[in-house]
């Protein structure tokens, strides 16, 4: 069993940058892809971005594209998301997951373990 714990979050500006750590535990996730969502209440999951096993291909999703990083330490077994320019609209609750799958899928239901989130709030 895996779990993930993210933190990192928080409140800030718009324009400042934030970056969340997800934190693997239980058994490594060296072998598993990981991806971040993101959600408001009475919300769909939204995509964010995902990373494969191996680093070498990410997904983004559209609306933060060129804003948003994601990377892996294989190492500390912990995934991160670098938000550079964040907006308003960024506000939601972040969530880590991870997948016995190694691609950088897209889709929620390919996605086995999930933290329990951690709020973002962008302030204009």
């Known amino acids: 069993q895996v779990q993930l714990v993210e933190s990192g979050g928080g409140l800030v500006q718009a324009g400042d940058s934030l970056r969340l750590s997800c934190a693997a535990s239980?058994?490594?996730?060296?072998?598993?892809?990981m991806a971040w969502f993101r959600q408001n209440l009475g919300e769909g999951r939204e995509f964010v971005a995902a990373?494969?096993?191996?680093?070498?291909?990410?997904n983004y999703g559209d609306s933060v594209r060129d804003r948003f990083t994601i990377s892996r330490d294989n190492a500390k077994s912990t995934g991160y998301l670098q938000m550079d320019r964040l907006k308003p609209e960024d506000t939601a609750v972040y969530y880590c997951?991870?997948?016995?799958?190694?691609?950088?899928?897209?889709?929620?239901?390919?996605?086995?373990?999930w933290g329990q989130g951690t709020q973002v709030t962008v302030s204009s």
């Open positions: 997951a991870a997948s016995r799958y190694r691609g950088a899928s897209r889709q929620s239901e390919s996605y086995h373990y």
């Open positions: 239980g058994r490594s996730v060296d072998d598993y892809a």
């Open positions: 990373i494969s096993w191996n680093g070498r291909s990410t």
